[in-house]
């Protein structure tokens, strides 16, 4: 049994069968699951969607391709929001964008820190999004010394993952980790304690191999996990207790 540490089972793409998906998800092996939110849309349904479902987790923020929505008063919003709920458990998803280009880098960046400020006040932890923006988002954390989370879909290299170890983070790892062509990331993580990975699948996008162009599902990341295992040459059982522990840590469930 492990954790999916990035579900987006709200999305409409799970309008028809969203319960089928969690419940064929926990026959897979997911013990829990953290909803992640990316706007102010979320933010609303998100709640009550985690309240009575033991399982679920939930984190909320706005992604830098929604950054327009933030303004002063839609932080004390995130902020009343995650303080009335406790199984809100951090802040995100968030982060830069430079692939799309939807939003000017000046204003990604100031909601960035934004949020960034706010999970500090709040003791909270964040989950980043970065995507062609690698150097401006590491010259920002390098102004954060009390930060912890996750970095979602990390695709960096050996420095950059040291880079963000050294500051807190744990490396998410999602469906991209099988894809053919990424032998790199592949390598890498051979070289990275267990310690500091955790699975997750972005559903529903990032589908791993072999449903790669379909939707992803939080049952997919079996496939994940099972490449942790044979690149890291262990079993099992022992990626799902350490990935779990190091979740626990982060997010404190």
């Known amino acids: ?92 998803e968030i982060g830069l964008d430079y692939y799309r280009d939807l939003v000017p880098k000046e204003i990604q960046k100031k909601v960035f820190v934004m949020q960034l400020d706010l999970a500090v006040s709040l003791k909270k932890p964040v989950i980043i999004h970065c995507r062609e923006s690698k150097e401006d988002l590491k010259n920002i954390l390098k102004n954060y010394q009390n930060l912890s989370g996750t970095i979602h879909s990390f695709s960096g290299n050996l420095k950059d993952a040291e880079f963000f ?9 999602s469906g991209v980790l099988t894809y053919k062509s990424n032998i790199p990331l592949r390598e890498l993580i051979k070289q990275i304690d267990l310690k500091n990975l955790v699975i997750e699948t972005d559903c529903p996008y990032l589908s791993p191999v072999p449903y790669r162009g379909k939707r992803n599902e939080p049952s997919f990341s079996v496939y994940v996990r099972d490449e942790i295992s044979r690149q890291k040459d262990i079993n099992k059982i022992e990626v799902d207790e350490i990935t779990n522990k190091n979740v626990l840590r982060i997010f404190n469930f």
């Open 1 to 92: 049994m492990f954790i999916d540490t990035h579900t987006h089972l709200l999305s409409d793409d799970f309008e028809k069968d969203r319960e089928i998906v969690i419940e064929n998800a926990k026959k897979n092996g997911i013990s829990k699951f953290l909803e992640v939110g990316y706007d102010f849309k979320y933010l609303k349904v998100l709640p009550d969607f985690i309240r009575n479902r033991k399982e679920f987790f939930g984190a909320v923020g706005i992604h830098p391709n929604n950054a327009y929505e933030l303004t002063d008063d839609m932080i004390k919003s995130l902020e009343s929001v995650i303080l009335n709920n406790k199984k809100i458990v951090a802040i995100g």
């Open 165 to 173: 170890i050294e500051r807190g983070f744990v490396l998410g790892l």
